[in-house]
């Protein structure tokens, strides 16, 4: 409470005596250092992406290289608006987990892209802050698959592994929630890059709200289901996004996976989406769409 009620008062010191550009901006933290993805390529272009938006002003935690001591890896999780997880790697210290979790909890918002979900599958309440996670060994009892079947979200308790994909292709993403903030006003399917699709993740899913879902085709080796794509959660007072999306700089040009982390990030930070805009050339579902932000 006493966390909240410093942060009003903030929030209005900042209305009374700063410009509105300056107050108006999120604080966010992209915590990177590790993961089986180029991400020495996709965090410089995730910052530039949120630069750009003129809505967040980014800071980045970088944790030691694989294999190097973790023992001092400690961002300041409780400075910012929203965290956002570049990162898939060694386990952090108890403290930071103990203080992530405690900044998600107290209304912290909190995103996962793409391999952060593969992150951490021996830290419980991680998984039940992002709600599916893949591989690291996930399986039935990591929680359900979450699957869209007839339109409806299943919970699927078969067992099997947590998480795979097929070949990287172009695939169309389907909005499920279209009255959600974050997808309002978008096309309600458009084809997103070359990208990993996501399947047969698994995950505790509690307060998980199916976004937007892609069919998984067997014949580029999918599930045969139709799987969450975006998804938000709710976590003690705080908000998640997740995309599994954007598995590289290619997965990342799309204009689809630019305009939905925008927002949802957005939303994590602040409940609200204020970034209602609908680019030009955001994609049908004929053809994708690629910007590329560091241009
Ligand atoms: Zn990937």
New binding site residues.
């Given amino acids: 409470m006493f966390r909240s009620a410093g942060l009003s008062a903030l929030l209005c010191l900042t209305a009374l005596f700063s410009t509105a550009d300056a107050g108006d901006k999120l604080k966010l933290l992209l915590v990177d250092g590790q993961n089986n993805?180029k991400w020495e390529q996709t965090s410089p272009f995730l910052i530039e992406l949120f630069e750009s938006s003129g809505r967040f002003s980014v800071d980045r935690a970088t944790s030691p290289a694989k294999g190097e001591d973790m023992s001092g890896f400690h961002p300041d999780f409780a400075k910012y608006d929203v965290v956002v997880s570049n990162y898939n790697g060694a386990l952090w210290p108890e403290q930071t987990r103990k203080d992530f979790v405690e900044f998600v909890k107290s209304g912290g918002g909190f995103v996962s892209v793409?391999?952060a979900n593969n992150s951490f599958p021996q830290w419980p309440e991680y998984n039940v802050i992002i709600g599916l996670g893949g591989w690291g060994g996930r399986n039935e009892n990591s929680g359900p698959y979450v699957r869209i079947r007839d339109g409806e979200v299943v919970l699927d308790k078969t067992p099997g592994r947590g998480g795979s994909h097929g070949s990287r292709h172009e695939f169309i993403v389907e909005t499920f929630d279209d009255e959600h903030p974050i997808m309002k006003g978008l096309p309600t399917a458009w084809k997103h890059t070359a990208d990993?699709l996501y399947d047969r993740l698994r995950g505790p899913a509690r307060n998980l709200n199916v976004l937007a879902t892609a069919y998984s085709d067997p014949g580029t080796r999918g599930s045969g289901e139709r799987e969450p794509m975006l998804m938000t959660l709710n976590y003690g007072d705080g908000r998640v996004f997740h995309t599994v999306l954007g598995?590289d700089l290619t997965a990342m040009q799309s204009v689809g996976f630019q305009v939905t982390l925008l927002r949802g990030t957005e939303w994590a930070a602040t409940g609200e989406v204020t970034l209602t805009d609908v680019p030009e050339n955001f994609p049908g579902k004929e053809e994708s769409s690629s910007r590329d932000v560091t241009k």
């Fill in positions: 993805h793409h391999a990993e598995h």
